[in-house]
T-cell receptor, first 113, second 110 residues
Framework: DTGVSQDPRHKITKRGQNVTFRCDPI?????LYWYRQTLGQGPEFLTY????????KSRLLSDRFSAERPKGSFSTLEIQRTEQGDSAMYLC???????????FGPGTRLLVL | AQSVTQPDIHITVSEGASLELRCNYS??????LFWYVQSPGQGLQLLLK??????LVQGIKGFEAEFKRSQSSFNLRKPSVHWSDAAEYFC????????FGKGTRLHILP
């Protein structure tokens, strides 16, 4: 069990560019979650999947954000036309099932210039 | 509205002293409650969780927390802190999506 992994760990991009992040959950975990954490704040929920189905999306997730989990394993989070306000740490977590402990990855830190 | 309040942004204690971090929550149903710790450059690590049963919950690294329904509180405690406990601590509540507080940064004096 290698834990939740995220790639890349850091990303610097220019405003207007598209970026994509990847999350690999713990292998037997059905649920996968994305959160965003800005400086001085706690993580904020963005979206989650059960297997390949996206079950809930936060209002924080604007139309520029899209998340997929095509085969129920890894997930990608894409941000189109990035804005400076998108600069944050993007955290991924996974759990075996509903109401079970969520295990977090190390995060991807995004800086939009 | 569902929310978590951590009233202390920063707390400083001397090494070896006792610690209590406060957490109050607002949640419509019976909550699942968590404390996570985040060290610089590290991911969130679960310290302990409360689902039901005994309201005093034991966690890792010598931490414990007590659920008090009447006060809507879930305070974290440790009898004697170590320098390695310096980190940011997040209280959280939720079933599927988790709602986090803003965190309390713990500083340890030698």
């Amino acid at each position: 069990d290698t834990g939740v992994s995220q790639d890349p760990r850091h990303k610097i991009t220019k405003r207007g560019q598209n970026v994509t992040f990847r999350c690999d959950p713990i292998s037997e975990h059905n649920r996968l979650y994305w959160y965003r954490q800005t400086l001085g704040q706690g993580p904020e929920f963005l979206t989650y999947f059960q297997n390949e189905a996206q079950l809930e999306k936060s209002r924080l997730l604007s139309d520029r954000f899209s998340a997929e989990r095509p085969k129920g394993s890894f997930s990608t989070l894409e941000i189109q036309r990035t804005e400076q306000g998108d600069s944050a740490m993007y955290l991924c977590a996974s759990s075996e099932a509903r109401q079970e402990t969520q295990y977090f990855g190390p995060g991807t830190r995004l800086l939009v210039l | 509205a569902q929310s978590v309040t951590q009233p202390d942004i920063h707390i400083t204690v001397s090494e070896g002293a006792s610690l209590e971090l406060r957490c109050n929550y607002s949640y419509g149903a019976t909550p699942y409650l968590f404390w996570y710790v985040q060290s610089p450059g590290q991911g969130l690590q679960l310290l302990l969780k409360y689902f039901s049963g005994d309201t005093l919950v034991q966690g890792i690294k010598g931490f414990e927390a007590e659920f008090k329904r009447s006060q809507s509180s879930f305070n974290l405690r440790k009898p004697s802190v170590h320098w390695s406990d310096a980190a940011e601590y997040f209280c959280a509540v939720g079933n599927d999506k988790i709602i986090f507080g803003k965190g309390t940064r713990l500083h340890i004096l030698p």
